[in-house]
C-alpha cells in the first residue's frame, strides 16, 4: 500500500528538480523547469533526432516561402519575413477567427486556406510538421506564455 510518505519520498526530489534555480527570494516570475530525461542519450539517437528536425526545418523553410503554398501566388514570408510576429510560443490560444483556442497547426492551416486561399492540410501532417518546426526554429529563444489574442 502507497502512503503519503512513501509518495513524498520520491515527488519531493522531482518537483524539487522541476523548479531548479527559481528562488523565492528572487522574486522569479518565471518558472524555469528542468526536464527529466535520462542524463545519458545515445549518440545515435541524438544524431538521429537532429538530422529528422534539420530535414523539417529545411522542409519548412522552403514551404514558408513557397508561392504555391496556396493559389494567389503569397507565401508566408510575404506577412510573416523569417517567420516573425507568429508567436508559436504562446499557442495554444485563443483565435478570434475561430472563437475558440486553437493549436499552432490549427492556425497555420487557416492562414493557408485564408489568406493564402489554398487547401486546408490534414493536422499532423508532414507539410503542417515541417512549418512548425520552421516557425519554432526561427521564434528560438522565446518566454512560454499563454497566447493572448492581438489587438
Known sequence: MT????????????????????SAAQGADVVQRKTLQSPQLSPELVKKSEEEMA????????????RNLGTNGM??????PDAAVTHPETYPKYKQQFGRVVSVQQ??????????QGKLRELGSDELVALEAYMNDQNRGQVMDVGLPAP
Open 107 to 116: 492556425f497555420i492551416n487557416w492562414c493557408i486556406q485564408v489568406p493564402l
Open 55 to 66: 530535414k523539417a526545418i529545411k522542409r519548412g523553410d522552403e514551404l514558408w516561402h513557397d
Open 75 to 80: 507565401a508566408c514570408n510575404m506577412c510573416h
Open 3 to 22: 502512503t503519503s510518505r512513501t509518495w513524498a519520498k520520491w515527488a519531493l526530489p522531482v518537483v524539487a528538480v522541476l523548479f531548479a534555480g527559481v
